[in-house]
């Protein structure tokens, strides 16, 4: 059974940090690439890090340098360490393979106050 569950976001000032992790069943997770997405209101979804088994990392302009992406494959979990966080950060993060299956978790809401 495909699995995908978010969890970790939440509510942080701007400035601040929150560490979202990404439970997968084993079948994604032996995908070559996984990868965070995020989607704001109105907005369409963006891919914004992946990585691939063997550890080579990709970031959108956008959060490059302040982002960081990791997974632990012996626990199937995919991490994402966000750093100095914005306002302009406030979206629905979601994991997924790189490019993404047709099925998606509930995603984590992380919501930036300024």
């Known amino acids: 059974q495909v699995q995908l569950v978010e969890s970790g976001g939440g509510l942080v000032q701007a400035g601040g940090s929150l560490r979202p992790s990404c439970a997968a069943s084993?079948?994604?997770?032996?995908?070559?690439?996984l990868g965070w997405y995020r989607q704001a209101p109105g907005e369409q979804r963006e891919l914004v890090a992946q990585?691939?088994?063997?550890?080579?990392?990709n970031y959108s302009d956008s959060v490059k340098g302040r982002f960081t992406i990791s997974r632990d494959n012996a626990k199937n979990t995919l991490y994402l360490q966000m750093n100095s966080l914005k306002a302009e950060d406030t979206a629905n993060y979601y994991c997924?393979?790189?490019?993404?299956?047709?099925?998606w978790g509930q995603g984590t809401q992380v919501t930036v106050s300024s």
């Open positions: 990585i691939t088994r063997s550890s080579r990392i």
């Open positions: 084993r079948s994604i997770f032996r995908t070559n690439a």
């Open positions: 997924n393979a790189v490019p993404p299956i047709s099925v």
